[in-house]
């Protein structure tokens, strides 16, 4: 399964706004910068985690980008789950329907192998995935000096 890139961002910035406790709150367009995404893209990302409680962003002086309680302990398999959407791995019924569809083994087989993706990313939070040894290294490249230790 390979995941879209809006995903991808989304827990890159989740994960970026885990590390900044102790620092003023980044913008989007900081936070972009840092994770070398396009503004606009990181844009739409934050405002689906600010839709989905993840992340609250504050205009003007004083503003930025923070992570909620909900943000810090979300399931990253349930996390996934709402950003891909529903959806097949593979498209049976595209512009050319596949002709197995109706006797079609593999099909069951990709969506059990799909929910057991998700099924080990379940227990994974944010917080997790920012532990030691990735954490510091997160606030190093935020701060233009990579933290090995």
């Excluded at 059990?112 to 290294?137: I, K």
């Amino acid at each position: 399964m390979r995941l879209t890139r809006f995903t991808d961002v989304a827990l890159r910035v989740l994960m970026r706004l885990a590390v900044v406790e102790n620092e003023d709150p980044p913008t989007t367009r900081e936070v972009a910068a840092t994770m070398q995404v396009p503004y606009t893209h990181a844009a739409k990302v934050v405002a689906k985690l600010q839709h989905l409680g993840l992340i609250e962003a504050r205009r003007g002086r004083g503003g930025g980008l923070s992570l909620t309680g909900a943000g810090r302990s979300a399931s990253i398999g349930g996390l996934v789950r709402e950003l891909e959407g529903p959806g097949d791995v593979v498209d049976c019924e595209g512009a050319a329907p596949c002709p197995l569809r109706s006797a079609c083994r593999l099909r069951g087989a990709l969506r059990r192998a799909e929910e057991a993706f998700y099924a080990s990313l379940d227990p994974l939070t944010v917080t997790e995935l920012v532990a030691s040894p990735t954490g510091p290294l997160l606030i190093g490249i935020s701060s233009g000096r990579p933290d090995t230790g």
